[in-house]
């Protein structure tokens, strides 16, 4: 059992590992859409590449998404619509017409002239109710169809446009027109109407839609079936027309009969091996290539967290639909990992995402084309994040490249540009603003996991920052200090391709752990009283070591991220306090070198060891007397060429070919602020 707990702790760190790989490939499937991949590719208006093909099977041909929707137009149009006609309207409306005929007409007209013009208005009445007076303007074409019903029971067929409308003053006057009365006559008779009139005619609405929905559901869905065993296609025969529609067919037959009870263990057993292998190839590839970040859990877990919420996201938009699916801003993922990690390693996890996703959308090829060249000019446009205007014009590069390639596409698949819809471009832009997100997301990310991109690095090397001012008031002299190396070690991280943003942030904090006794490093004394003339060579020894101990302290407790507080962990390595393990040499008594010692660790990134290398030239340049360029350079080489003897950067990925050119820097740069001209010969 103890040898079974000592296992599992010298493990833990690969069993997580294990575990995560294991829940994330499960998770990934359960997202995939439940349905079987038909395994013959084939893209419209291009040679059909597999052997002949024959049905395997009875099915049906399914008729395209534009002729089903035409069809239901058609339906939708020439449907019938019923009305109801209310025939207790019209005694009503001659009660009240014989009650305010006398009110409205003066006695001044003869009872001749009364009876005709009475009778003359109830004419017009009884044909515009004979027509039928609508209680609101529907919106049909004029010569629909119409049922006419009465208490449920059809009476009748007629067209829309014999009803007369809610204003019915054309029609009035018309008629009124033709009984030849006079101007005010037919004014006071026309008032009358429009006090009087009521609809008699109105929309059925239950029954219209429930025989429009009847219609519908009868309409067929498909034209025709193919026998088992007829030829569909020919190997070279071009895929279009309905050769198309047979084979889109015989897909969707395909993959609805695959997916059934009896195999859905097998294709869900498969679908587990192909996710597992992918992300298998993105482990080894940390593993073998960034080794610094397959030994950290939390970045592994960052990771593979991105992945899964790239799938997640393209998942949900896929089953709402579909069209929207190039809304999903996969190119987050790249800039995200190049933020926090480097471009070779964002471009191979994004290579990785679109191969997964090929399994979710449709259309697959054209997706996984456009995704991955977009990946790729998101990895070769985005530099300096933390800048907002490269984030924008990267942006504007990447939507630019959607739409380009996927113009390219639709002009392949439909043969010209004739069908082709502005909505999907705008899509694109949608996908570009999303894509800016990503600013705020580095920031819940960097909260969240724990981890430093540029943008906080950016932030970090404010000089007017809290700890930094801190540092100016304390120790001029460190800060002075600082600042010097953080711009020796920018140059030379520049030179050689290292990250300059981390170096001169690592730069500027690496020494601030002097602040606890700023007299006793030099460059803060400015009364000429050294105080470690009052110490033993050994109490001096341990106040300096300690400065790297108070630095760490100091930064926890400011919450500096780790990448910076490894600047001060090791920019001193292992190596001696030379200056008093001499001095204590020279006493009587035993001495114990590590006494002298710091504590380390060494360098262990191409940036720590440019911090160490440049501090120690920086410093140590104080005490050049009459420097010539000769003496710059005879110095610089002694410095680095000690620390290498003493094994300082065996931990470090740097070369010696990149050590030689920080030492150019250095000369070049220690030169330029002695101001030394160049020695002519005489």
Not at 171 to 188: R, V
Not at 316 to 342: E, G, M, Q, R, T
Not at 451 to 457: A, K
Request: hydrophobic share 45%.
């Amino acid at each position: 059992m103890k040898d079974f707990t000592n296992w599992l702790y010298k493990n833990h760190s690969l069993i997580y590992k294990v575990l995560l790989f294991i829940a994330t490939s499960f998770l990934i499937v359960y997202l995939f859409p439940k349905s079987g991949k038909f395994k013959y590719s084939f893209e419209k208006g291009k040679p059909w590449q597999s052997e002949n093909l024959y049905a395997p099977f009875d099915f049906a041909i399914k008729k395209a998404e534009e002729e089903i929707q035409q069809e239901q137009e058609t339906i939708e149009e020439n449907a019938l619509v019923y009305f109801d006609i209310d025939r207790s309207a019209l005694p009503e409306v001659i009660a009240d017409y014989e009650t305010q005929f006398s009110t409205v007409f003066s006695d001044s007209l003869s009872r001749l002239e009364k009876t005709l013009l009475f009778n003359n208005g109830l004419s017009v009445l009884n044909a515009m109710y004979s027509k039928g007076i609508l209680d609101k303007d529907y919106d049909y074409a004029e010569n629909r169809a119409v049922v006419l019903l009465e208490d449920r029971n059809q009476i009748g067929n007629t067209s829309y446009s014999n009803f007369i409308k809610p204003n019915f003053r054309t029609f009035a006057e018309e008629s009124i027109s033709e009984l030849n009365l006079s101007p005010e006559n037919a004014q006071k008779l026309v008032s009358l109407f429009f006090d009087i009139i009521k609809p008699n005619i109105s929309l059925n609405s239950s029954l219209t839609n429930n025989s429009l929905q009847e219609e519908l559901d009868n309409m067929s869905l498909v034209r025709g079936r193919i026998a088992q065993g007829t030829i569909i296609i020919s190997k070279g025969e071009v895929v279009e027309g309905d050769k198309f529609e047979i084979l889109k067919s015989l897909e969707s037959e395909y993959e609805s009969q695959i997916w059934s009870e009896a195999n859905y263990n097998w294709i869900i057993a498969a679908y587990t091996l192909l996710v597992a292998l992918t992300l298998l190839m993105l482990l080894l590839f940390i593993r073998k290539y960034r080794p610094e970040v397959f030994k950290n859990n939390t970045k592994v877990t960052f990771i593979f967290f991105n992945i899964l919420l790239m799938v997640l996201l393209t998942t949900l938009v896929v089953n709402y639909n579909s069209a929207y699916i190039y809304i999903v801003p996969i190119c987050i993922l790249p800039l995200v990992l190049k933020a926090f990690f480097d471009a070779r390693l964002g471009l191979f996890a994004h290579v990785i995402t679109v191969l997964l996703l090929g399994f979710v959308v449709a259309n697959n090829y054209e997706y996984m084309f456009l995704q991955i060249i977009a990946g790729i000019v998101t990895i070769l446009t985005v530099s300096e994040l933390y800048k907002r205007a490269n984030l924008f014009i990267s942006v504007g590069q990447i939507t630019l490249i959607y739409i380009v390639a996927y113009f390219a596409f639709f002009v392949i698949h439909e043969g010209g540009i004739d069908n082709l819809k502005l909505e999907t471009f705008v899509l694109f832009i949608l996908c570009g603003l999303a894509t800016l997100f990503v600013q705020p997301l580095i920031y819940a990310y960097e909260k969240l996991f724990g981890l430093v991109s540029d943008v906080s690095l950016l932030e970090l090397s404010d000089t007017n920052s809290k700890l930094l001012k801190e540092l100016s008031n304390k120790a001029p002299g460190t800060f002075h200090h600082s600042l010097n190396v953080a711009n020796l070690a920018e140059a030379s991280a520049n030179e050689i391709g290292a990250n300059a943003m981390l170096v001169r942030v690592g730069a500027l904090y690496h020494d601030i752990g002097k602040m606890k006794n700023p007299t006793f490093f030099t460059e803060n004394q400015a009364t000429g009283i050294n105080p470690h003339d009052e110490l033993s060579p050994k109490e001096s020894a341990a106040i300096i070591i300690n400065h790297v101990i108070d630095g760490i302290e100091m930064a926890k407790k400011y919450n500096l991220p780790d990448r910076v507080i490894d600047f001060i962990r090791t920019h001193h390595g292992t190596s001696l306090v030379y200056y008093f393990y001499s001095k204590e040499k020279g006493r009587d008594g035993g001495i114990n070198i590590n006494d002298f010692r710091y504590p380390g660790p060494s360098p262990f990134s191409k940036e720590t060891a440019i911090l160490m290398m440049c501090d120690s030239v920086e410093a140590a340049s104080k005490s050049l007397k009459e420097p010539t360029s000769a003496k710059i350079e005879v110095f610089v080489e002694n410095i680095i060429s000690k620390q290498i003897e003493n094994g300082q950067f065996l931990n470090a990925n740097i070369t010696f070919k990149e050590i030689q050119s920080i030492k150019k820097v250095l000369k070049h740069k220690l030169a330029n602020i002695y101001h030394l001209r160049i020695e002519y010969p005489e």
